[in-house]
Nanobody
């Protein structure tokens, strides 16, 4: 089992920045990638970014150049630095972790970008 706890969401104006954090605990050694999904009201959940255990990263086109995923192995924490935020980035952001057996999600953190 893997437990994920997100923090760092909030309300920000267009063009502002936020940094989300996701602390992992439990069977951490079984994780082979971690990332972030988001879900806006009335829309399906979508991938935002992920990082593999070899530190390869990938991003959705709509956040490339604005968001950066990073990891602190000593703290078992993954971050999502979000810059140049837009109203369309408003969503609940979920931390995810993939193991060989299943994928886990955190409880989500709300990000609201006002215009």
């Amino acid at each position: 089992q893997v437990q994920l706890v997100e923090s760092g969401g909030g309300l920000v104006q267009t063009g502002g920045s936020l940094r989300l954090s996701c602390a992992a605990s439990g069977s951490i050694g079984s994780i082979y990638n971690m990332g972030w999904d988001r879900q806006a009201p009335g829309k399906e959940r979508e991938l935002v970014a992920f990082m593999t255990i070899s530190s390869r990263t990938d991003y959705a086109d709509f956040v490339k150049g604005r968001f950066t995923i990073s990891r602190d192995n000593a703290k078992n924490t993954v971050y999502l630095q979000m810059n140049s935020l837009k109203p369309e980035d408003t969503a609940v952001y979920y931390c995810t972790a993939a193991t060989n057996g299943r994928r886990y999600w955190g409880q989500g953190t709300q990000v609201t970008v006002s215009s």
